[in-house]
Antibody, heavy 115, light 107 residues
Framework: EVQLVESGGGLVQPGGSLRLSCAAS????????MTWVRQTPGKGLEWVAN????????YYVDSVKGRFTISRDNAKNSLYLQMNSLRAEDTAVYYC????????WGQGTLVTVSS | DIQMTQSPSSLSASVGDRVTITCRAS??????LGWFQQKPGKAPQRLIY???TLQSGVPPRFSGSGSETEFTLTISSLQPEDFATYYC?????????FGQGTKLEIK
């Protein structure tokens, strides 16, 4: 059974940083693209970034380029999202998703950017 | 960026009804589209990939069709557990983009 467990969310002030983690199990992590998607409270879904299985290709939505960094550690079956220079509009539930096309999802972790 | 326009944004229907949700892409995306269902407080779940292929375990009352710029998700006979919000996702070109969602409510 595929399991994706996000952690690292919380309350942070504008301009601050957070690092999200996603622990994966139940599949061969090192052979799958992985994706981060976010959902602002009461709103729709926004694709944020994805990373190829070996880390050799990475893509971001424009609104996070230069501030967020997606990475992975295949030895630890883990996906990460380093978020710097956080803004109020980054407040959202962040989901980790298996595959480049989001075929399985974690339960999400809430990030709140507020002073 | 490719814009995905879903319609309607909300829909009231009854158990047993047939409903159709549409996603239109601002440019051709072949069949690089998935459909997702999200229930309140839960993560989305993929129902359909490659525009028309049913995800394993998804009931056959769900079906998808379309290509290039127009896509539909059809539920042939609504069940109580189908009342949720539905999203499409294009993965033809970066950045990938979701439709704005269709909230399906009980009439």
């Amino acid at each position: 059974e595929v399991q994706l467990v996000e952690s690292g969310g919380g309350l942070v002030q504008p301009g601050g940083s957070l690092r999200l983690s996603c622990a994966a199990s139940g599949f061969t992590f090192s052979t799958y693209w992985m994706t981060w998607v976010r959902q602002t409270p009461g709103k729709g879904l926004e694709w944020v970034a994805n990373i190829k299985y070996d880390g050799s290709e990475i893509y971001y939505v424009d609104s996070v380029k230069g501030r967020f960094t997606i990475s992975r550690d295949n030895a630890k079956n883990s996906l990460y999202l380093q978020m710097n220079s956080l803004r109020a509009e980054d407040t959202a539930v962040y989901y980790c998703s298996k595959g480049g096309h989001c075929d399985e999802w974690g339960q999400g972790t809430l990030v709140t950017v507020s002073s | 960026d490719i814009q995905m326009t879903q319609s309607p944004s909300s829909l009231s229907a009854s158990v047993g009804d047939r409903v159709t949700i549409t996603c239109r892409a601002s440019q051709g995306i072949r069949n690089d589209l998935g459909w997702f269902q999200q229930k309140p407080g839960k993560a989305p779940q993929r129902l359909i990939y490659a525009a028309s292929t049913l995800q394993s375990g998804v009931p056959p009352r769900f079906s998808g069709s379309g290509s290039e710029t127009e896509f539909t998700l059809t539920i042939s006979s609504l069940q109580p557990e189908d009342f949720a919000t539905y999203y499409c996702l294009q993965h033809n070109s970066y950045p990938y983009t979701f439709g704005q969602g269709t909230k399906l409510e009980i009439k």
